[in-house]
């Protein structure tokens, strides 16, 4: 009789770990939010000072949290042994990078750089700007920590729900704040003399529009998510009216990725939208005329935005071709930076630096090119093809998890912004911007430790 209190005390024990750690991984995703929530504000945090003070904010945030567990004498909930393929990946990256910082001349190294023109430029490092690269090695250690934390957030299934809906609603508000800072409101209510370019607090449109793009694939996700929840008479009308909540915050979106007429930023985020209706309609959980009216409502919500405001955006696209010719002689000239050093590139963020080395006619010399106008181009200038290319692999192999992992929300959602991410990345630079990228790692990992936490329930269980 005298075992009997001893084992209720050991059951306490065991089930007061999970308990506390499930707190502090909810205060973990309180904090992370408003970190995801406030980088758009400056400029989209597309300047060397907010990338160290974001740098310094997760840190501490990191710090402090990982502290706690030890006090508490807590493992983490999902630690680099989950995902052994994506840390070696990334450590590598990182040790590259930093190789880039280094000065090797002083080791007996002297890299000499072949430019255009006859030019040679010999350096005591790979990058011919190691001040620059320090900035992109703490963009990706910061990166790192983000997922890290992200997975912890995303361990239990119900909390990775809260916070895509969560993040959701920033995104809804600062589509709502494009609107309304370019007068896009007026321009739906038809009133004279409103209108405009929006980009929200961004440093351009296209970067917004990616940002928007993202918000357009996680409403769809929430929506279908909604649609295939139980038929429970006492939680129907909580789901109508969540669902409605949803389709007003899809129409905000829409009518601001419209506004900010970017045409590629719009065809991403079709493109995602749609391609987390399909991976959802593969499943089969809901009937064929639910599914029809998922595409006549995308449909319908496409054609009513350009009709309601997309005059600006038609526009531009008629204009495709001459803006085709412009970027198919940038690319040339990449190209051609990316072949002068192929194995080691420039040195991460350096492009801006190094490409005027290779800029002349016939692109245009009235237009300062900082940056390559494809992420993929920008990562094998700066990384060379092969340290270039670690980023992409581990995308794809993310995308390869995501993929075979069971359905949820937050999966539906990862896959349709890494959609949005690898088709408008092709010609622009929007995962270079850093409030983008935060939400672009925030959403992934979110969508991988719910997977994770989900399958080992399932092993718990079984």
Request: charged share 10%; hydrophobic share 55%; net charge positive.
């Amino acid at each position: 009789m005298t075992a009997l209190p001893d084992q209720a005390m050991e059951r306490t024990r065991r089930h007061a770990v999970p308990t506390n750690r499930g707190n502090a991984n909810g205060r973990l995703g309180g904090m992370l939010l408003l970190l995801v929530g406030l980088s758009p504000l400056p400029l989209g945090s597309n300047r060397p000072a907010f990338w160290a003070a974001w740098g310094v904010a997760l840190g501490v945030i990191g710090l402090v949290y990982f502290l706690s567990q030890r006090a508490r004498d807590s493992a983490l909930s999902i630690g680099p042994r989950h995902l052994p393929e994506l840390t070696i990946l990334f450590i590598v990256l990182l040790l590259f990078v930093a190789v880039q910082v280094l000065p090797l001349g002083g080791l007996g190294y002297s890299p000499i750089q072949t430019f255009p023109r006859g030019l040679q430029l010999s350096a005591s490092s790979i990058s011919l700007d190691p001040a620059t690269t320090s900035l992109t090695l703490l963009q990706f250690a910061s990166y790192g920590l983000l997922a890290l934390l992200f997975l912890q957030v995303g361990y239990r299934n119900s909390r990775a729900d809260r916070v895509l809906n969560a993040i959701f609603a920033i995104i809804v508000a600062y589509g709502l704040l494009g609107i309304v800072l370019q007068g896009q409101l007026g321009a739906l209510l038809g009133i004279p003399g409103s209108g405009g370019i929006a980009t929200g607090p961004f440093v351009n449109r296209n970067s917004y529009a990616t940002y928007l793009a993202f918000g357009l694939a996680i409403g769809v996700a929430l929506a279908i998510g909604q649609l295939e929840r139980g038929e429970s008479r006492r939680k129907r009308h909580r789901r109508v009216a969540t669902l409605a909540l949803i389709g007003v915050g899809l129409f905000v979106i829409g009518a601001a990725l419209v506004a900010t007429q970017s045409r590629m930023g719009f065809v991403a985020g079709l493109v995602g939208a749609l391609s987390v209706t399909l991976l959802a309609l593969a499943g089969r959980r809901l009937g064929t005329g639910i599914w029809l009216g998922i595409l006549a409502a995308l449909l319908l919500g496409t054609v009513g935005m350009l009709a309601l405001n997309g005059s600006g955006l038609l526009e531009r696209l008629g204009s495709l071709e001459t803006a085709g010719d412009v970027r198919a002689d940038l690319y040339r000239q990449v190209w051609q930076m990316i072949l002068s050093s192929p194995l080691v590139g420039y040195g991460g963020g350096t492009f801006e630096g190094a490409f005027p080395l290779f800029h002349q006619l016939p692109v245009s010399p009235d237009v300062v090119w900082n940056k390559a106008h494809s992420t993929y181009f920008a990562l094998w200038a700066e990384f060379g093809f092969i340290f270039g290319s670690l980023p992409l692999i581990i995308v794809l192999a993310v995308a390869i998890r995501l993929l075979a992992a069971r359905p949820s929300g937050p999966r539906l959602a990862a896959i349709g912004v890494i959609v949005v991410a690898a088709v408008h990345s092709s010609v622009d630079f929007s995962l270079e911007i850093e409030a983008v990228a935060f939400v672009f790692v925030a959403i992934v990992f979110l969508a991988i430790g719910a997977g994770i936490g989900a399958a080992e329930q399932r092993r718990h269980h079984a």
